[in-house]
């Protein structure tokens, strides 16, 4: 039985329960304002976005006269 992991948890757990409000409200800032910067930068740079772009780079061009 895996008594250390569990009493890990455990005393995590219980640091996590005396912690204050104001501890969570800015995990909760910070968390939000990384998810954005990750989301923001990984639509930009992942590889469907890449595949995307060149596909839109090679189709042709209509042009109006």
Same mark, same amino acid.
């Given at each position: 039985? @895996? &008594?250390? @992991?569990?009493?890990? &948890?455990?005393?995590? %757990?219980? %640091?996590?329960?005396? *912690? =204050?409000?104001? !501890?969570?409200?800015?995990?909760? #800032?910070?968390? &939000? *304002?990384?998810? $954005? $910067?990750?989301? /923001?930068?990984?639509?930009?740079?992942?590889?469907?976005? %890449? #595949?995307?772009?060149? /596909?839109?780079? !090679? !189709? @042709?061009? +209509? =042009? +109006? @006269?």
């Amino acid at each position: 039985m @895996p &008594v250390v @992991p569990i009493i890990g &948890v455990g005393f995590s %757990l219980w %640091l996590i329960y005396f *912690l =204050e409000w104001k !501890t969570y409200v800015r995990f909760g #800032v910070w968390f &939000v *304002l990384g998810a $954005i $910067i990750y989301l /923001a930068y990984s639509r930009r740079h992942s590889r469907l976005a %890449l #595949v995307q772009r060149a /596909a839109k780079d !090679t !189709t @042709p061009k +209509h =042009e +109006h @006269p």
